[in-house]
């Protein structure tokens, strides 16, 4: 009998033990401790922008630094380079980057490239401040990944937000009126001051750039948009080297307002203005556009094809040769007075005619 009240008792006093409820301080769920550990472990990366211009006044002699806004970038590596986007830093006479520390250093800018939305600006700091970001690889991304978004919205900073990969392939305008395409769609809210900040996946490796949002009210509506980072990875080093990215050149003028003219004329594919004296195209016989003896004007080449990848209009036509280098030789088709013409031609290196 005894032994039966004893073993009642035992089980009273597990069954009160398993009642308590958990330490709080001590429990995480698994999600928690990896948005906790992408948090302590990148956020020394990123980096507030302030940009401001110098205005002079009608009443002042000397001009007076406005401020005219901000945003965030990130620790590109540890010799004080720091991407963001274009349109933080566009336009700026002054830019400012502060360290998650508080320490604040003027700026230069390196490169930039509207297409793209990208910067990369030049910080003089210790090197023990400079905690680069680890990049990762966004064609692993799929949609339903968790990603982190850490950024200063509204002014608020290293403010991070938690959301999935919500689409991939997406295509926005950049501030040159590029389309820029593979871009990331996520729900994780991202606000005016997160631009130029890191998406990062569930290793902390980072797979975009945020740089806009889709809102009618300006603040996070769960549709936020980042740069593939497998762009940033090509665009970033060319910057760094070159000051702009490196697109080859192929030789020909391309017509200004070209959409309005293949309205016109009912065509898809890049009109082909000129011809550069000395270039591929001319030797081999490209024409660009004349003027009939009654004045109209005729269409020369228009070019629909480069390796095989079909070119509509200039935004395929630029994202074919982004892909390819100076001296690399391109298969290119062509439509001349309906037509097909075809071109062997050498890349020229940028800037070149």
Not at 173 to 202: E, F, M, Y
Not at 287 to 308: A, F, T
């Given at each position: 009998?005894?032994?039966?009240?004893?073993?009642?008792?035992?089980?009273?006093?597990?069954?009160?033990?398993?009642?308590?409820?958990?330490?709080?301080?001590?429990?995480?769920?698994?999600?928690?401790?990896?948005?906790?550990?992408?948090?302590?472990?990148?956020?020394?990366?990123?980096?507030?922008?302030?940009?401001?211009?110098?205005?002079?006044?009608?009443?002042?002699?000397?001009?007076?630094?406005?401020?005219?806004?901000?945003?965030?970038?990130?620790?590109?590596?540890?010799?004080?380079?720091?991407?963001?986007?274009?349109?933080?830093?566009?336009?700026?006479?002054?830019?400012?980057?502060?360290?998650?520390?508080?320490?604040?250093?003027?700026?230069?800018?390196?490169?930039?490239?509207?297409?793209?939305?990208?910067?990369?600006?030049?910080?003089?700091?210790?090197?023990?401040?400079?905690?680069?970001?680890?990049?990762?690889?966004?064609?692993?991304?799929?949609?339903?990944?968790?990603?982190?978004?850490?950024?200063?919205?509204?002014?608020?900073?290293?403010?991070?937000?938690?959301?999935?990969?919500?689409?991939?392939?997406?295509?926005?305008?950049?501030?040159?009126?590029?389309?820029?395409?593979?871009?990331?769609?996520?729900?994780?809210?991202?606000?005016?001051?997160?631009?130029?900040?890191?998406?990062?996946?569930?290793?902390?490796?980072?797979?975009?750039?945020?740089?806009?949002?889709?809102?009618?009210?300006?603040?996070?509506?769960?549709?936020?948009?980042?740069?593939?980072?497998?762009?940033?990875?090509?665009?970033?080093?060319?910057?760094?080297?070159?000051?702009?990215?490196?697109?080859?050149?192929?030789?020909?003028?391309?017509?200004?307002?070209?959409?309005?003219?293949?309205?016109?004329?009912?065509?898809?594919?890049?009109?082909?203005?000129?011809?550069?004296?000395?270039?591929?195209?001319?030797?081999?016989?490209?024409?660009?556009?004349?003027?009939?003896?009654?004045?109209?004007?005729?269409?020369?080449?228009?070019?629909?094809?480069?390796?095989?990848?079909?070119?509509?209009?200039?935004?395929?036509?630029?994202?074919?040769?982004?892909?390819?280098?100076?001296?690399?030789?391109?298969?290119?088709?062509?439509?001349?007075?309906n037509q097909i013409q075809e071109y062997d031609i050498r890349l020229l290196a940028p800037g070149s005619r």
């Open positions: 009998m005894k032994y039966l009240y004893s073993l009642l008792a035992g089980f009273m006093l597990t069954a009160v033990a398993s009642a308590q409820p958990p330490d709080y301080s001590q429990f995480k769920t698994n999600d928690e401790e990896n948005n906790i550990e992408i948090f302590k472990s990148v956020s020394p990366s990123v980096v507030n922008i302030t940009n401001s211009r110098l205005v002079r006044s009608f009443y002042a002699f000397n001009p007076q630094e406005v401020p005219q806004g901000s945003g965030t970038g990130f620790i590109w590596n540890e010799e004080g380079y720091v991407v963001t986007n274009y349109h933080v830093v566009q336009q700026a006479d002054r830019v400012t980057v502060t360290l998650q520390d508080g320490t604040t250093y003027a700026a230069t800018a390196v490169g930039v490239d509207p297409d793209k939305d990208l910067a990369v600006l030049k910080i003089d700091a210790p090197d023990t401040k400079l905690i680069a970001v680890k990049p990762g690889d966004s064609s692993l991304l799929e949609v339903g990944r968790k990603v982190i978004a850490i950024g200063n919205p509204f002014g608020l900073d290293t403010t991070m937000t938690v959301g999935v990969v919500s689409a991939l392939g997406r295509e926005i305008d950049s501030v040159s009126r590029r389309k820029i395409r593979d871009v990331i769609q996520t729900d994780a809210a991202i606000n005016p001051g997160n631009s130029g900040g890191p998406l990062l996946n569930s290793l902390g490796q980072l797979v975009g750039v945020n740089t806009a949002i889709y809102s009618p009210s300006g603040g996070s509506s769960g549709i936020g948009f980042a740069i593939p980072v497998n762009t940033v990875k090509r665009i970033v080093p060319e910057l760094i080297a070159y000051g702009r990215v490196q697109t080859p050149a192929m030789g020909i003028a391309q017509i200004p307002q070209a959409d309005y003219y293949r309205r016109q004329w009912g065509i898809e594919g890049v009109i082909v203005l000129d011809v550069f004296q000395g270039s591929d195209p001319e030797r081999l016989g490209m024409r660009g556009l004349s003027r009939s003896q009654r004045g109209r004007i005729q269409l020369g080449d228009v070019i629909i094809e480069i390796d095989g990848q079909p070119v509509r209009n200039e935004d395929d036509y630029a994202d074919v040769l982004e892909q390819r280098r100076a001296g690399d030789l391109v298969k290119v088709k062509t439509l001349r007075d």
